[in-house]
């Protein structure tokens, strides 16, 4: 069983950045696959970022502005974004898998955090 917790959302202008964090529970952390998404108001849950040994994997949509990156020893993993646009706007929400492949499908994920509200103004 993995607990996942996740911090670092807020307001922010356009053109800014901010990090999430997501502190998880687990004494074999580093051998799972953890994940980003999100979902803004009256829209589909959305794959952001995956992260495993095996590497990284972003969707289309914020390649090249957002970096996934995790700390083994802290057991937490990390969403820098930058550039930030309106339509980033969205709760973000931390999962985790301990299954082989970075995977974009949210049914592939058993753990999820709580969320964290991320709202960008223009």
Known sequence: QVQLVESGGGLVQAGGSLRLSCAA???TFSSYVMAWFRQAPGK???FVAAISYIGTRYANSVKGRFTISRDN?????YLQMSSLKPEDTAVYTCAAKNSFGNSGTYGDY???GQGTQVTVSS
């Open 110 to 112: 058993p753990y999820w």
């Open 44 to 46: 589909e849950r959305e």
């Open 73 to 77: 020893a802290l057991s937490t993993v």
């Open 25 to 27: 529970s687990g004494r």
